[in-house]
């Protein structure tokens, strides 16, 4: 599996700080006059919009389909030529992205065959992986907290399976991937600055 030099992807389970950690050190790059893009996925382009309307049950499809257009949006948020990582990385940018194939493999791997989904996302890999690894209670008390109607995965069995993914899936990562694990219990500002100084040790 090829890697992708200065790709950082942020992964959790939903409710597990990933989006504010990735604002964080989006920031702390701005400060730093370090060129930068901050993406996510599902993204906003228009099969992550697609992806989107399954996830908070406008659309209805089976696990298999959803698997399919999560894969068929990283393609695109890949090697888009407008506006794709790849480019982004050639143009010299540190690119960060909320999720990645890894969510996939943890999410659909619970209602799908494991090995389709990871067929069907053969992508070359990120050179930092960072996994905020928060209990499962924590994260449905965080989800209950935004107010805001529950997606198709925010249930608390489902997020235990998809957390044991996860961890499975930690384990067998490529040599070239340079992993942090964080605890999730901990403060903001703490997982922040732990996050900075593992980076920093890479002078990224």
């Known amino acids: 599996m090829s890697i992708l030099k200065s790709f950082i992807v942020f992964e959790g389970l939903d409710g597990a700080g990933t989006t504010t950690q990735i604002k964080n050190l989006a920031r702390y790059y701005e400060f730093n006059k370090r060129q930068y893009c901050i993406t996510n996925e599902p993204t906003s382009n228009p099969i992550g919009v697609l992806v989107s309307s399954v996830l908070q049950k406008k659309v209805v499809t089976t696990p298999d389909a959803l698997a399919l257009l999560y894969a068929a949006d990283r393609s695109d948020h890949l090697y888009n030529p407008s506006y794709g990582i790849t480019r982004m ?88 991937v340079n992993l942090l694990v964080v605890d999730g219990r901990k403060s903001i500002e703490d997982t922040e600055r732990e996050i900075r100084q593992y980076l920093s040790s890479f002078s990224l």
């Open 89 to 176: 990385l050639e143009e010299g940018k540190i690119v960060m992205s909320d999720r990645y194939f890894y969510s996939s493999i943890a999410y659909q791997s619970v209602e799908c065959s494991k090995e389709l989904v990871r067929t069907i996302n053969n992508f070359p890999a990120p050179e930092f992986l960072i996994f905020i690894d928060t209990p499962v209670d924590d994260c449905m008390k965080r989800i209950e907290k935004r107010g805001e109607e529950k997606e198709l995965f925010d249930r608390a069995e489902f997020l235990t399976a998809v957390r044991k993914n996860y961890l499975e899936e930690l384990e067998n990562l490529p040599e070239d």
